[in-house]
């Protein structure tokens, strides 16, 4: 495995490797089943695995767990080597953001909803990053985890409205034993937090089932919240929601249906969803392109 | 010369042509000399050469001349051949811009000053369809006229902010034999104002001449406004600037120096300009990258 930290060797590694198909997954470290589950199939896809590790300023708010945000590049390393990774792309933020940015990117579509709503500033800061990541590393496919649902969404718009000349694929959200959702962040939870976040996943499989015999949006979200609230008497509810996927708009007959939830914990803010395509079975995966 | 109408097809060919070097020129038809000369070097740079011909609305103002922009797609087309055009790309507008788009893109440096100022909103235009066609051709170099320099200036931080794995190449403006530049626009002149308007490079040469001579910049524009209005006795000027270049602030020592005039006519507002290196010579070629 190739280790590269500055963009310059990025460009010029891609450049003699073409044309091989790349398949790409971007993440900011801290990696777990989820991270390592894209980069097995981005693996099996394509010729040439890159993954990059970097922790994105930009999409960090200033009262959020940027500094916090948990870090371990040595195990990382190790773990992305196991799985086959070709190369790592580990840049700094000075690499990345040497000067201000002349160019400042904004999406105004897919984002007044869900985590856009309570984290203003985040996605532009995500499709920043990823417009040049994409610049840099030039995949064939990029891939995401469906846990950031709403992520998958924006990179969608990202992708269509630029036209960039990549494929976008989301696969399903990594679980622990117990359906918890993996996240970087699942480390801040108390013994007794971890225990009743279980309560998110198992609240989302209720909603499914719910849905699937025809009950109305509104019931659902009144049984998630009753559910969440019973089981973490203290918990604050970011939201719950129901969209179309991946418009995040008022749900039609013939969309894809989103069912998310955010939960704020003492030193975390959870999240987790499940898609439903037409015949409401979970959607196994998200792809625009040829992919 | 193979004419290309749709962005899949542009994408699809471009695929299957991977990895020559691929020479853009990017228009907005009408060709003169100046787009000739860029596309005879895009051809000679390179493998493969691309023109598009695009009048793109979103880098008009509400009250600029989108409607009226001189179009002449037949004769665009056969002098894009003749020029040795490898693929042309003629979009509709409908093609380049299907929905709203949900990406805003914004430039908030070197733009401030020059056509920047009069133009609000110009510049964004600019960036956001040179994105898209950047990535739907995916060239090796792009090439601009520096007639248009504050646009290299911009496309210059784009490139370079964003990280496009694409050389930029400006190159200098085509000028009729009395050193009028040529400009799609000049169409609009009367024959009147087509005589006074070789005052615009009459101008310049002369400040050229007095800033080699360590004259001042206020004094150097206090003269070359003096030419203009003695010239063209109703000459609206929009601004007359020297700055440092592509930066477009304060000059400082080890800058190359940018003279740009802008005045308005009846029915056109016309530009030009100038760029000096540090020893006062005109640059030849603008190059960002390893072009």
């Given at each position: 495995?190739?280790?590269?930290?500055?963009?310059?060797?990025?460009?010029?590694?891609i450049?003699?490797?073409?044309?091989?198909?790349?398949?790409?997954?971007?993440?900011?470290?801290?990696?777990?089943?989820?991270h390592l589950?894209?980069?097995?199939?981005?693996?099996?896809?394509?010729d040439?695995?890159?993954?990059s590790?970097?922790?994105?300023?930009?999409?960090?708010g200033?009262?959020?767990?940027?500094?916090?945000?948990?870090?371990?590049?040595?195990?990382?390393?190790q773990?992305?080597?196991?799985?086959?990774?070709?190369?790592?792309?580990?840049?700094?933020?000075?690499?990345?953001?040497?000067?201000?940015?002349?160019?400042q990117?904004?999406?105004?579509?897919?984002t007044?909803?869900?985590c856009?709503?309570?984290?203003?500033?985040?996605?532009?800061?995500?499709?920043t990053?990823?417009?040049?990541l994409?610049?840099?590393?030039?995949?064939?496919?990029?891939?995401?985890?469906?846990?950031?649902?709403?992520?998958?969404?924006?990179?969608?718009?990202l992708?269509?409205?630029?036209?960039?000349?990549?494929?976008?694929?989301g696969?399903?959200t990594?679980?622990?034993?117990?359906?918890?959702?993996?996240?970087?962040?699942?480390?801040?939870?108390?013994n007794?937090?971890?225990?009743?976040?279980v309560?998110?996943?198992?609240?989302?499989?209720?909603?499914?089932?719910?849905?699937?015999?025809?009950?109305?949006?509104?019931?659902?979200?009144?049984?998630?919240?009753?559910?969440?609230k019973?089981?973490i008497?203290?918990?604050?509810?970011?939201?719950?929601?129901?969209?179309?996927?991946?418009?995040?708009?008022?749900?039609?007959?013939?969309?894809?249906?989103?069912?998310?939830?955010?939960?704020?914990?003492?030193?975390?803010r959870?999240?987790?969803?499940?898609?439903?395509?037409?015949?409401?079975?979970?959607?196994?995966?998200?792809?625009?392109?040829?992919?």
């Amino acid at each position: 495995m190739q280790i590269i930290k500055t963009i310059a060797e990025m460009k010029e590694t891609i450049q003699n490797k073409l044309p091989s198909t790349i398949g790409f997954v971007p993440t900011m470290g801290y990696l777990h089943e989820g991270h390592l589950s894209l980069a097995k199939e981005a693996k099996k896809e394509n010729d040439l695995l890159v993954m990059s590790i970097f922790v994105n300023p930009l999409q960090f708010g200033p009262n959020e767990d940027f500094d916090q945000y948990p870090r371990d590049e040595k195990r990382d390393i190790q773990l992305a080597k196991e799985i086959g990774t070709d190369i790592l792309f580990i840049p700094s933020v000075e690499e990345m953001y040497p000067t201000k940015s002349a160019i400042q990117m904004t999406i105004l579509d897919r984002t007044n909803v869900l985590c856009g709503e309570s984290r203003p500033g985040h996605f532009d800061g995500v499709i920043t990053v990823l417009t040049k990541l994409f610049h840099i590393i030039q995949p064939t496919k990029a891939y995401f985890g469906l846990k950031d649902a709403q992520q998958i969404a924006v990179i969608d718009a990202l992708i269509i409205d630029l036209n960039f000349p990549i494929n976008l694929v989301g696969l399903p959200t990594k679980r622990e034993p117990d359906g918890l959702a993996m996240s970087s962040r699942n480390v801040y939870l108390s013994n007794k937090e971890r225990e009743e976040a279980v309560i998110l996943y198992e609240s989302l499989q209720k909603a499914k089932e719910l849905i699937k015999i025809g009950t109305t949006f509104e019931k659902v979200k009144k049984v998630v919240e009753n559910s969440i609230k019973e089981k973490i008497t203290s918990a604050k509810i970011d939201y719950i929601s129901i969209f179309s996927y991946p418009y995040l708009k008022k749900v039609n007959k013939t969309d894809n249906i989103i069912i998310a939830v955010a939960v704020y914990f003492e030193k975390a803010r959870l999240i987790d969803n499940i898609i439903l395509n037409q015949n409401g079975t979970q959607l196994k995966r998200f792809t625009r392109g040829e992919a």
